[in-house]
Nanobody, 123 residues
Framework: QVRLVESGGGSVQAGESLRLSCVAS????????MGWFRQAPGKERLGVAAVNTEGRATYTDSVKGRFTISRDNAKNTLYLQMDSLKPEDTGIYYCAADSLFCLVGTMSGADYWGRGTQVTVSS
């Protein structure tokens, strides 16, 4: 059983940056593919970024070049650095751990999920 707790969300202006963290407990994340998902108001939850056990990352097109996902297995922590934020990045961001799938867009059935952290970007 893996417990995931996100932090780092907040309210920012367009163009600013935020860094999200997801701390895992109960088990190590070493053997899991990890991902970040975003749920905008009134919309379904969609994958934003994913990283496999070797550190290789994939991103949804809308965040390429602006977001960077990384993992620190020693700290059992996943990160999402978000730069040049846009109003359309607004939503609840969830961390997920998946034992099978590692590409963004394939992890919707992940084994474990956090409760999310709110990100609001105003223009």
């Amino acid at each position: 059983q893996v417990r995931l707790v996100e932090s780092g969300g907040g309210s920012v202006q367009a163009g600013e940056s935020l860094r999200l963290s997801c701390v895992a407990s109960g088990d190590t994340i070493n053997g899991y593919c990890m991902g970040w998902f975003r749920q905008a108001p009134g919309k379904e939850r969609l994958g934003v970024a994913a990283v496999n056990t070797e550190g290789r990352a994939t991103y949804t097109d809308s965040v390429k070049g602006r977001f960077t996902i990384s993992r620190d297995n020693a700290k059992n922590t996943l990160y999402l650095q978000m730069d040049s934020l846009k109003p359309e990045d607004t939503g609840i961001y969830y961390c997920a751990a998946d034992s099978l799938f590692c590409l963004v867009g394939t992890m919707s059935g992940a084994d474990y999920w956090g409760r999310g952290t709110q990100v609001t970007v105003s223009s």
